[in-house]
């Protein structure tokens, strides 16, 4: 929200009484909520119709208007909005976005959880299987959603899908540049595999390397001046063949 929104004392008292109700509780009726916060039934109406439209608050007919989870979409669409009206560019956000994959990783890599560890190993079947591109485009989503979750860090998971949101059609449009590779199947098991061998293997450093070079590799393999790394494509060969 915008810094006018949060240094708003009307807004900052309402966010109050949203922390106090907690989650899945019910707003007092506008009247009250006014007479709390000293402010007219006009002004306090704003402020709740801003938070719903953030999906902060949700109205039921007849019932009241309900305190709920932030969805990761009402993130992005707040990122959206950021991101246009402050003249940040797609780069910025894709850094972000790597930063806290590397963090997914290096936390996924601490906890070893092995039932989610399989989880990313499932996709990287899958991409070995896939024959359609649309095939790899889920695989490739459910791994990245599966690296988060093996993390265990709910704040990564929740941050990492609202990214998702925002970016969707810049990474939508990477995936398209993909497909007209010959190698994009290989790349795309090369790469994804590394990530989980390092997770697998427990080495935090290695995780965070496996994730650089992933998005390394695919920068460079849709930058119509660069090549398919060799480095990344040999050590992704070498894992691949070592992991049964």
């Known amino acids: 929200m915008s810094e006018g929104f949060r240094s708003d004392p009307i807004a900052r008292g309402l966010i109050d009484v949203v922390g106090e109700i ?11 909520l006014a007479d709390r916060l000293g402010v007219s039934r006009t002004a306090l109406r704003d402020r709740l119709q801003l938070l719903e439209a953030f999906g902060v608050l949700r109205r039921v007919t007849g019932s009241g208007t309900y305190v709920q989870a932030l969805a990761p979409e009402g993130l992005a669409f707040a990122l959206d909005i950021g991101t246009k009206a402050s003249g940040l560019d797609l780069p910025s956000l894709h850094s972000v976005r790597v930063g806290l994959e590397r963090q997914a990783a290096i936390e996924a890599a601490i906890k070893r959880h092995p039932v989610l560890q399989a989880h990313m190993r499932q996709q990287v079947l899958a991409m070995e ?3 359609e591109p649309e095939e790899l485009d889920r695989a490739d989503l459910a791994f990245h959603a599966a690296l988060f979750e093996a993390s265990e860090n709910q704040a990564l998971v929740f ?45 935090p450093a290695a995780a965070a390397a496996a994730v650089d070079a992933h998005f390394s590799a ?19 060969k070498t894992e691949l063949s070592g992991s049964g």
Request: no cysteine.
């Open 22 to 32: 907690g989650l899945g509780g019910r707003l007092p009726s506008e009247r009250l």
């Open 129 to 131: 299987r896939a024959t």
């Open 159 to 203: 941050f990492s899908q609202a990214l998702v949101h925002a970016l969707r059609e810049s990474i939508l449009e990477r995936r398209h540049r993909m497909r007209e590779l010959a190698h994009d199947r290989e790349l795309m098991v090369n790469t994804h595999n590394s990530i989980h061998r390092a997770v697998e293997s427990g080495s």
């Open 218 to 236: 695919f920068q460079q393999a849709t930058d119509p001046v660069g090549g398919w790394p060799a480095d990344v494509t040999a050590r992704g």
